[in-house]
């Protein structure tokens, strides 16, 4: 505490999963070779768009950006993660609890938006192909992505600006791997509806107006695949969007969950392993599914990374 007219904490104490020493390090090595694969496959990928011509196109240019934001989300959490299984109550600053918890609203946010415009996209792809270069030309993707993160980071600094004003008197210590709104809100000793309010409207209109948006683009899509007169054309159709369909039910599944779980599942022990899920799982996940489901993606993989071994150096272009 410092000396002022109220005590203002200066740190808080994270605890992490208190549990034994066996079973922490066994989660500690699991939980680092997931943060290695999920840091290699976004890597992969970002890098595989970058030097293969034929995926510069807005589909992948969202998918890009898509895996970079899941390379910075891991980032700024499993590391807070993979501490609390090292040591059980790990300290914080105040200023670093804030500046990490900014980070994870932002990229949170920026997530939910960028899924609606990959949807969007699929959207115009599928349902006005024939207009799809005139409606979806790359000036206006580069306008959405950053449409995307600067609505996300926009949320944040709000939701921040409100949560920041908080007074905390102790105690100190949160019940968790990492700064969340949830338990800060709980240790404030001033008055927290204004902040509650403002959480709970910018929550509502970052996932569910671009879950709204999902919903209806993929609403559009079914319709028009079942018009077409072919079960061949109608899964060649279908097949473009499936990897994206299977991002977003994985992670709209898990935030929806986070937000609308039954009040007796409210525990902050529930809140740590229900936080696992969309802060190491769901980005494990997103990669390999769009590695796995796009056969595009993966020729040109295998073009990049084994192009070198098919083709010599000296061999003429």
């Not at 979806?136 to 600006?161: H, N, Q, V």
């Not at 927290?192 to 683009?217: G, H, T, W, Y």
């Not at 969950?257 to 809140?271: L, V, W």
Request: charge should be positive; charged fraction near 15%.
């Amino acid at each position: 505490m410092k000396n002022s007219s109220s005590a203002h904490v200066e740190e808080f104490v994270l605890v992490g999963f208190p549990t034994s020493p066996l079973l922490q390090l066994f989660l500690f090595a699991l939980f680092f070779a997931i943060y290695l694969l999920t840091s290699l496959e976004n890597a992969l990928i970002i890098s595989t768009i970058w030097l293969t011509p034929s995926l510069r196109r807005p589909m992948y240019f969202f998918l890009a950006h898509l895996s970079f934001l899941e390379l910075w989300y891991i980032n700024v959490t499993v590391p807070r993660l993979l501490g609390a299984f090292l040591m059980q109550d790990g300290k914080v600053s105040y200023i670093g609890c804030m500046t990490q918890l900014y980070f994870f609203i932002a990229l949170a946010c920026t997530e939910c938006v960028l899924l609606a415009v990959m949807a969007y996209d699929r959207y115009l792809a599928i349902c006005e192909p024939l207009r799809y270069p005139s409606l979806m030309p790359p000036s206006l993707a580069t306008r959405l992505a950053a449409a995307s993160w600067g609505s996300g980071f926009f949320s944040s600094m709000m939701k921040l600006l409100f949560i920041s004003r908080l007074s905390y008197c102790g105690p100190n210590i949160i019940n968790h791997f990492f700064c969340d709104i949830s338990p800060l809100l709980n240790l404030t000793c001033s008055d927290k509806e204004q902040a509650e309010l403002v959480d709970f409207l910018l929550a509502l209109v970052m996932i569910l107006l671009p879950l709204l948006a999902v919903v209806s683009s993929y609403a559009a899509i079914i319709v028009t695949v079942l018009k077409i007169p072919t079960a061949r054309g109608r899964h060649k159709a279908f097949s473009t969007c499936t990897s994206h369909l299977a991002v977003v039910v994985i992670y709209y599944s898990s935030t929806l969950f986070t937000y609308a779980r039954p009040r007796a599942m409210y525990t902050f022990n529930h809140n740590k392993i229900i936080s696992v899920l969309y802060t190491v799982i769901v980005p494990f996940l997103n990669p390999a599914i769009y590695c796995l489901r796009n056969q595009e993606v993966k020729d040109a993989f295998r073009k990049t990374m084994l192009g070198r071994c098919h083709y010599p150096r000296h061999a003429p272009d």
